[in-house]
């Protein structure tokens, strides 16, 4: 999977408007189009708050679709896990029983 089409499928994913994702990193609109139709390469400081604003590792962006959706899934499930602060060790039982259910 190419770089914009990974930006892409992470932004739909978590059900991020282009726009909003556009505004919140501060470029156009029609710029990040182009960036998520592998038109445009984006700078590395671009990917960066590209990454930080999809809440994801910078290194995610270059995973293939196959990658990113175990990833997301993860990180999804353990957020509604986790809406309070739970004890580490908690945390790390859910983890434990995630990794052999999936």
């Known amino acids: 999977m190419k770089l914009g089409t990974a930006i892409k499928s992470i932004r739909k994913i978590k059900g991020i408007k282009q726009n909003e994702l556009a505004k919140s990193i501060g470029i156009n609109n029609s710029y ?5 139709s592998n038109n445009r390469i984006p700078t590395v400081d671009l990917l960066d708050k590209i990454a930080i604003d999809l809440k994801v590792p910078l290194y995610v962006l270059f995973k293939t679709y196959t990658d990113i959706n175990p990833f997301i899934k993860f990180e999804n499930d353990y957020n509604s896990h ?16 995630y990794i052999k259910t999936n």
């Open 32 to 36: 990040l189009s182009q960036i998520e």
């Open 82 to 97: 986790f809406k309070l602060n739970i004890p580490y060790d908690e945390r790390v039982k859910f983890i434990n029983n």
